[in-house]
T-cell receptor
Framework: DGGITQSPKYLFRKEGQNVTLSCEQN?????MYWYRQDPGQGLRLIYY???????QKGDIAEGYSVSREKKESFPLTVTSAQKNPTAFYLC????????????FGNGTRLTVT | GENVEQHPSTLSVQEGDSAVIKCTYS??????FPWYKQELGKRPQLIID?????GEKKDQRIAVTLNKTAKHFSLHITETQPEDSAVYFC??????????FGTGTRLTIIP
C-alpha cells in the first residue's frame, strides 16, 4: 500500500562495510524517524528529522548517519563503526505536530556477518 | 530524558477475558501517551492515544487510563479475540519532543 516504503526488506552485509537503508514517503509529512527494534528492547530512536536539510540525533545515534535532502526521503547509513548492526530497522513519518500518529514502514531486517 | 517502563513483557489470556498492560513514565511534563500494536511480521500501528488533560479514553473494546499523579497509564482490552494477539508498545512524549517507547508486551490470546 502507499504511504511509507522501506527497501529492501532483507539486507545482508559483511562486517566492515557501510550499508544504506532506504525510506521514502508520499504522505507529505514533514517529520521522519528511524527506529531500531531488538527483541525485548522496544523501539529505540536513532535519528529524526522535522524538516528538510535538518536532523537530530536520537538515543542511539552512534555508528549511524542520515541525510534529508528531500521531504520524501530519509536514508539511513549504518557505518562500520556501529558495533551491533544486526537488527530490524523501522522508518516512520508524521505530520510533525504533537499528537500526530507515527506511520511506520514495513521495516528492513539487516544482518551483518 | 524520559524513561518508559512497560509490564508485563509477555501476557497470555483466554479468549473472551480481559487483558491489561501497564506503563510508567519518569517525566512529569509528558503529556501525550499513544499505544501501538504490532502484529507478527507487520508494521506498528497506532490503536489509541490519550493526552494529559484526560483520565480515560475508550474505543470499542480498548481503553486507556492515565494517572498523572502516579505517572502511569494502562491499556485495557476487553472480550479479547484471537486477532488481538500481537506486541503492544506504549510511548510518552511532551510538547513537540520525540516519543519514548516502552519495551513492548507480547500478548497471546488462547482459543
Amino acid at each position: 500500500d502507499g504511504g511509507i516504503t522501506q527497501s529492501p526488506k532483507y539486507l545482508f552485509r559483511k562486517e566492515g562495510q557501510n550499508v544504506t537503508l532506504s525510506c521514502e514517503q508520499n504522505l507529505n509529512h514533514d517529520a521522519m524517524y528511524w527506529y531500531r527494534q531488538d527483541p525485548g528492547q522496544g523501539l529505540r530512536l536513532i535519528y529524526y528529522s522535522q524538516i528538510v536539510n535538518d536532523f537530530q540525533k536520537g538515543d542511539i545515534a552512534e555508528g549511524y548517519s542520515v541525510s534529508r535532502e528531500k521531504k520524501e526521503s530519509f536514508p539511513l547509513t549504518v557505518t562500520s563503526a556501529q558495533k551491533n548492526p544486526t537488527a530490524f530497522y523501522l522508518c516512520a513519518s508524521s505530520i510533525g505536530d504533537i499528537g500526530s500518529p507515527l506511520h511506520f514502514g514495513n521495516g528492513t531486517r539487516l544482518t551483518v556477518t | 530524558g524520559e524513561n518508559v517502563e512497560q509490564h508485563p513483557s509477555t501476557l497470555s489470556v483466554q479468549e473472551g477475558d480481559s487483558a491489561v498492560i501497564k506503563c510508567t513514565y519518569s517525566d512529569s511534563a509528558s503529556n501525550y501517551f499513544p499505544w501501538y500494536k504490532q502484529e507478527l511480521g507487520k508494521r506498528p500501528q497506532l490503536i489509541i492515544d490519550i493526552r494529559s488533560n484526560v483520565g480515560e479514553k475508550k474505543d470499542q473494546r480498548i481503553a486507556v487510563t492515565l494517572n498523572k499523579t502516579a505517572k502511569h497509564f494502562s491499556l485495557h482490552i476487553t472480550e479479547t479475540q484471537p486477532e488481538d494477539s500481537a506486541v503492544y508498545f506504549c510511548a510518552a512524549s511532551r510538547g513537540n519532543e520525540k516519543l519514548t517507547f516502552g519495551t513492548g508486551t507480547r500478548l497471546t490470546i488462547i482459543p
